[in-house]
């Protein structure tokens, strides 16, 4: 089976940096993106990795090693408005998308 | 980046009757629409995936009669739920995809209550 797995809750502080980590199972792999979604809300994009390494993006930036099934997001100076929850999904080889179930990010001041 | 709306952004209606949510690619040809639906402090769930001009393929344990999609354009696709109950009350919302790099944008969702 497919299988996606990031950690359920995470808590930083406001001005640190956090690494939200993925890892994943699937039948083929053409790419893995992450979404940040706020409550009530739906989700926006923030990175697209197909190759491997590392793509910065201002404060947000994502790593992906294929030959480990493995991302991480990295968020460096930490507001509170990055409180939300952030979804990896991967790219399969009908290319359809396999979400994960999502981490829950909380900053405290 | 693309931009896709959602009509309307949020709806009550009572058991029994039927409603229709709208899904639009404003700035790009969406070969590919997906319906989504989020219960509170749960993940995405697809839903269906259609595309234009053909059925929608449904995901296991979704109901095709109950939940009835239309992809007849590329710039449009369209959700009804019909004969609502109190249990699909949830958060619906579509994503479109282009047919590269197959991102998904996604509408900004409808919330949905049945009283």
């Known amino acids: 089976g497919q299988n996606i797995d990031q950690p359920t809750e995470m808590t930083a502080t406001e001005g640190a940096i956090v690494q939200i980590n993925c890892t994943y199972q699937t039948s083929g792999f053409n790419g893995l993106f992450w979404y940040q979604q706020h409550a009530g809300e739906a989700p926006t994009f923030l990175s697209y990795?197909?190759l491997d390494g590392l793509e910065e993006k201002g404060r947000f930036s994502s790593f992906l090693s294929r030959s480990k099934g493995y991302s991480y997001l990295l968020l460096k100076e930490l507001q509170m408005k990055d409180s939300a929850s952030y979804l990896c999904a991967v790219v399969d080889s009908n290319y359809q998308l396999i979400w994960g179930a999502g981490t829950k990010l909380i900053i405290k001041p | 980046g693309a931009v896709v709306s959602q009509h309307p952004s949020w709806v009550i209606c009572k058991s029994g009757t039927s409603v229709k949510i709208e899904c639009r690619s404003l700035?790009?040809?969406?070969?590919?629409m997906f319906w989504y639906r989020q219960f509170p402090k749960q993940s995405l769930m697809l839903m269906a995936t259609?595309?234009?001009?053909?059925?929608?393929?449904?995901e296991q344990g979704v109901e095709k009669d109950k939940f009835l999609i239309n992809h007849a354009s590329l710039t449009l696709s369209t959700l009804t739920v019909t004969s609502a109950h109190p249990e699909d009350s949830s958060f619906y919302i579509c994503?479109?995809?282009?047919?590269?790099?197959?991102?998904?944008?996604f509408g900004p969702g409808t919330r949905l209550t049945v009283t």
């Open positions: 259609s595309n234009e001009g053909s059925k929608a393929t449904y």
């Open positions: 990795n197909v």
């Open positions: 994503s479109a995809r282009s047919s590269a790099p197959y991102e998904q944008y």
């Open positions: 700035d790009f040809q969406a070969t590919t």
